[in-house]
């Protein structure tokens, strides 16, 4: 019932930044925590960074902390993930994702996934 889709990825240059935006439909009229998550070619899915149901709450993996910001404004569905000083490492399909039970930082405490956008950056 949940659907989610993201935009914003694409080609980046190193130290640049980029802007996804996640959006929900359906489901209750009730506001999921969210969370983003992202797979490197030849890697595992890796957590990101996930914010509460209200937006009080962040949180980020160490390796991006102080330059990606997450963010929601839940009038219109939507959760944002703000990328700054994007590094080569950093490419990888993005996935937007609503929490269900269980931890911010695993997958298994995700119910719903987006399809992913492409986030390439180039050295």
């Known amino acids: 019932q949940v659907q989610l889709v993201e935009s914003g990825g694409g080609l980046v240059q190193a130290g640049g930044s980029l802007r996804l935006s996640c959006t929900r439909s359906?489901?209750?009229?009730?506001?999921?925590?969210m969370g983003w998550f992202r797979q490197a070619p030849g890697k595992e899915r890796e957590f990101v960074a996930a914010?509460?149901?209200?937006?009080?709450?962040?949180y980020y993996a160490n390796f991006v902390k102080g330059r990606f910001t997450i963010s929601r404004d839940n009038a219109k569905n939507t959760v944002y993930l703000q990328m700054n000083s994007l590094k080569p490492e950093d490419t990888g399909v993005y996935y937007c994702?609503?929490?269900?039970?269980?931890?911010?930082?695993?997958?298994?405490?995700?119910?719903?996934w987006g399809q992913g956008t492409q986030v390439t950056v180039s050295s």
């Open positions: 914010i509460s149901w209200s937006g009080g709450n962040s």
């Open positions: 359906g489901g209750t009229f009730s506001n999921y925590a």
């Open positions: 994702a609503a929490k269900g039970s269980g931890s911010f930082y695993a997958l298994s405490g995700y119910d719903y």
